[in-house]
């Protein structure tokens, strides 16, 4: 593959992200043949936000590939404060071979990028959250006999994890429709970068603000309404979103099969807490797959 980092959804093609899911299976069902495969190797994860999934999934999964990891939490504040991201990625660079980051802007990780010259992983800023995608497709390669018939739904607010998703969708040539109040649109930037993908797939993105007009969907996703950093008014908040809250009724308007989180959830916010803990929710098949998909995408970095 030619890329050395995993840092954005618009870098890949479909192509890739094809080859990334089916390593990630492979891995998934027989992670004996994978054992070795990152011996000798060792990987700082940098996270400047709290994680469950994403630093529990990362540590097993590096370790299940033979490799050896190492956290560096909240403790040393944000990134660039206490000294320069430049000075950060060149030491790191020094011990590790590669870096695991979560930051507050998708700007630390491109610098981290250019001068630590070793892979860097995306691992959730303010615009993307590609390593969760990427589980998100495999879950539903796996739940469905052919993904390009996806129909895929976002409702709530537009954000890292919707970013992500979309792009990926519209590369995989899957049609994405985002449903979101209209005080909370999607970015002029990430909408001409959602145009220039879906032109190039054949995709179809939809974005609308009236809920009723949702129509057939294979699956709907939501997300939190206030990310980790948003400085919003909470009780605003609620107000604008609770129409969008996705629920049986909103299942059954829409015949979706399935219904998908990233988690953390807001039980009764985005969904409610009897859809979460039911049998459309896969969101534990996804967290499940955090750490297949995020193997393939370590695989892949290493191995080229
Ligand atoms: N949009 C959420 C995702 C958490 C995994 C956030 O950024 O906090």
């Given amino acids: 593959m030619s890329y050395s980092h995993f840092l ?9 992200l094809l080859e990334l899911i089916n390593l990630a299976k492979n891995i998934k069902q027989s992670p004996q043949n994978y054992q070795q495969a990152l011996a000798g190797k060792s990987v700082v994860m940098l996270f400047e936000k709290p994680s469950l999934r ?19 939490g909240q403790q040393n504040g944000k990134l660039g404060e206490r000294e320069r991201v430049i000075d950060v990625a060149k030491n790191l660079a020094c011990w590790s071979d590669a870096i695991v980051a979560r930051v507050f802007n998708q700007k630390s990780l491109e610098e981290l990028a250019e001068y630590a010259g070793i892979p860097v992983i995306n691992a959730l800023s303010d615009l993307y959250h590609p390593c969760q995608a990427l589980a998100d497709f495999l879950t539903l390669a796996e739940q469905t006999d052919d993904l390009s018939s996806v129909k895929l739904a976002y409702v709530g607010d537009p954000n890292n994890v919707s970013n992500s998703l979309m792009l990926m969708a519209l590369t995989l040539g899957i049609d ?46 939501t997300d939190t309404w206030i990310s980790m950093g948003d400085d919003k008014d909470t009780q605003q908040i609620l107000k604008t979103f609770m129409p969008y809250q996705v629920n049986h009724q909103l299942v059954k308007k ?4 399935f219904v998908m989180h990233c988690q953390p959830a807001h039980l009764n916010q ?25 193997c393939a995408v370590l695989l892949t970095l290493f191995i080229q």
């Fill in 8 to 16: 954005a959804d618009d870098q890949f093609n479909k192509a890739q």
């Fill in 54 to 72: 994403t630093h529990i999934s990362f540590d097993i999964g590096i370790q299940k590939l033979g490799g050896h990891s190492v956290y560096i």
């Fill in 176 to 221: 994405f429709t985002l449903v979101c109040p209209k005080e909370v649109g999607i970015s002029t930037a990430m909408l001409a970068q959602t145009k220039t993908v879906s032109a190039q797939s054949g995709a179809k993105f939809t974005q609308i603000h009236d809920i009723d007009s949702i129509g057939e969907q294979t699956a709907i996703y």
């Fill in 254 to 257: 829409t015949s979706a099969r």
């Fill in 270 to 294: 985005e969904i409610t807490q009897e859809l979460f803990d039911s049998k459309f929710s896969v969101a534990t098949e996804q967290a499940e797959n955090r750490m297949w998909a995020q």
